[in-house]
């Protein structure tokens, strides 16, 4: 199937390992140009190797710099941006009463404010027909415990609906994926428990992979999407689905 997205050039931030590189590999396999950015100074290891029929260009970009930002706004000058993913993100699982301030402004700086620095940097390289998508979490779309890290993906929600609606007049598309339990390099430093309970409260029974994450953000980034604008897409096997209602089901059984 032709997703029209050969010879574009997409940005995916925080895309050195987990679901970022899952998302630009997928993205050079259909034939994209794919801008991948990440904290390390090196090309990182799930990176290397691919071979096209797109192309992958890695740069080290810290999403809460705008200088850096700025930095590849100048390297594409001249290019049509066809997509952004604002993947990057980091977790803090400290709980309401424990949080400091200085762990909610770093959450909010790298979760929040790194997709606004990269939207305001290059939409004016978008044209019509472009499509931005955000990372947020199921955490975004419920209670999850964390509170700097679900307060910040909720906010991420609030700058994609605002984004959504800024944009749309210019025919820029604004989405957000909402990913529940996936097996990445984040996940793997949770607690065991955590894992087991989130499993549980799914549906699907299973943690995800950052393929299926990937699989929906290509979905968004092509044509097939062209009236999806505003959508808040849950990955999570049917987590947030039930609102706390699976349990209940589960012991009635
Ligand atoms: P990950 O394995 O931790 O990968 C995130 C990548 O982002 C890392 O390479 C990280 O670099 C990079 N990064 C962190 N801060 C950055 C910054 N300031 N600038 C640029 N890059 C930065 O995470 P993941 O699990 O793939 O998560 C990707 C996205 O999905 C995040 O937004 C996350 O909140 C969201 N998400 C994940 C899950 C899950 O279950 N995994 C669930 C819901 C939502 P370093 O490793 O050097 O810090």
Redesign the pocket.
Known sequence: MNLGLAGKTVVV????????SAEARLLVEHGCRVFA????AQV?AELRGLSGPGELIYRQ????KRAHWEELAAQLSGREVHGLVN?????QRDRLAQVSLEQLHRVY???VA?PLLGIQALTPLFAPGSSIVN?????GLSSHYPVA?TTS?WALRGLTRVACMELGPAGIRVNSV??????????SAANPSFREATIRETPLGR??S?QE?ANVVLFLLSDLSSFVNGAEIPVDGGQTAHGGAKSISDALK
Request: proline share 6%.
């Open positions: 931030t925080g895309a050195g390992q987990g679901q970022g950015v990440d904290l390390c990182p970009l810290d999403v809460t993947n990057a993100g980091i977790t700086e790298v979760n790194g990372i947020g979490s199921v955490a890290y993906k909402h990913p529940g339990f996936i097996e990445t390099p984040m996940t943690a995800g950052s994450v």
